[in-house]
């Protein structure tokens, strides 16, 4: 259990890790098992399909994408059964050191390589619809591949930082340490935890840079939308469609925690009472479980990415959404059969 404040209050103690509203932890636990048994044979069938399907190395550069969306949110999940079991246990985290820093390395990796994925794909759609004559970017989107491996490498490179002390629940930035002297400065201590500084710098950027990148993605190709007159009108409202698919997604699943977060760092910094701090750390925690709702949304995306995609899903593992038209008899005797199903 957290440690008793001087005062006789349940302040959880930054340093502690352990939860005082051991109920709400549990539901939250809960909430991330079931995310787990619903997502993860959602995302395994996508990825069954991408693979042996759609066969994504051979496909085109969206699917590429899509592919690495897919892979990402499987490996987040892998870490749900582990962070649900801490919360039912009382713990924000692991009290072993190596599995709370790989924790911290998985799901900070994976979470980037989500956002990111979303953000290509708004990116290369973007592209696609606005700036179709530019052929050197177009060239360049088309080497997807290189692309996503660049990608991984890069968060790879960036996330290493959570591997150089617990963050997640032991950080204390700009808050009190208890080894550390009361007349320490805010910004001595600032100094004092550099990978903090550079923790939250990561968490912020990898948040913040992507949206105004979705916002700006999306408000171009809904302006190009009322532009268009003539053309394939089709394919320009899937791509609205599709960018404000990622948005939502987006919007629904990162921007709660990431406003949690500066709430929860200006709680700390400004030193508000040990009550307000521990509400704000519960619902930070709160809403970083409702982000991995976005293993459950992606699926969307893929959908409204392509019909082909769609269609496809449903008639590999949802064959009794699809309806076959029925056969027709032709003059000469023979029956016909219509190429393509129709989608209830």
């Not at 787990?36 to 069954?48: D, Q, R, T």
């Not at 799901?107 to 994925?117: K, M, Q, T, V, Y």
């Not at 002390?165 to 700009?174: D, I, L, R, T, V």
């Amino acid at each position: 259990m957290a440690a008793k404040m001087p005062n006789g209050s349940n302040f959880q103690l930054i340093e502690d890790c352990e939860v005082i509203h051991e109920n709400l932890y549990k539901f939250y636990a809960s909430v991330m098992i079931l995310i787990f048994i619903l997502a993860l044979p959602l995302n395994g069938s996508v990825l069954h399909l991408f693979i042996f399907k759609l066969k994504f190395w051979n496909s085109n550069t969206n699917n590429v994408f899509l592919f690495n969306l897919v892979l990402a949110d499987i490996l987040l999940l892998f870490c749900l059964p582990i962070k649900s079991y801490n919360f039912i246990m009382g713990e924000r985290r692991s009290t072993d050191d190596v599995m709370c820093k790989a924790m911290l390395f998985m799901l900070f990796l994976n979470r980037g390589a989500s956002i990111a994925f979303l953000t290509v794909t708004s990116i290369n759609r973007y592209f696609n619809v606005v700036h179709p004559g530019r052929k050197t970017l177009l060239r360049s989107l088309k080497k997807s591949p290189q692309i996503s491996v660049l990608i991984w490498l890069i968060l790879f490179l960036f996330t290493i930082p959570t591997m150089m002390k617990n963050f997640e629940c032991c950080n204390n930035f700009g808050s009190n340490d208890e080894n550390a002297s009361t007349n320490k400065t805010k910004e001595d201590a600032l100094v004092r935890d550099p990978e903090d500084f550079l923790r939250e710098m990561i968490f912020f950027t990898q948040i913040l840079i992507p949206f105004f990148i979705l916002v700006y993605c999306t408000v171009r190709i809904v302006s190009r939308l009322r532009m268009k007159t003539v053309g394939n009108m089709t394919k320009l409202r899937r791509a609205v469609i599709l960018v404000t698919t990622v948005m939502v997604v987006f919007s629904f699943c990162f921007l709660p925690c990431t406003i949690a977060r500066m709430i929860l760092l200006v709680v700390r910094v400004q030193e508000m009472s040990e009550h307000i701090q521990d509400k704000a750390t519960a619902i930070f925690d709160g809403l970083v479980v409702l982000s991995y709702m976005d293993c459950l949304l992606d699926p969307l995306v893929y959908c409204f990415s392509s019909t082909n995609f769609k269609n496809l899903y449903l008639s590999t593992y949802l064959p009794f959404l699809v309806r076959t038209p029925p056969k027709i008899e032709s003059s000469t005797g023979n029956t016909t059969q219509p190429s393509r199903n129709r989608v209830v």
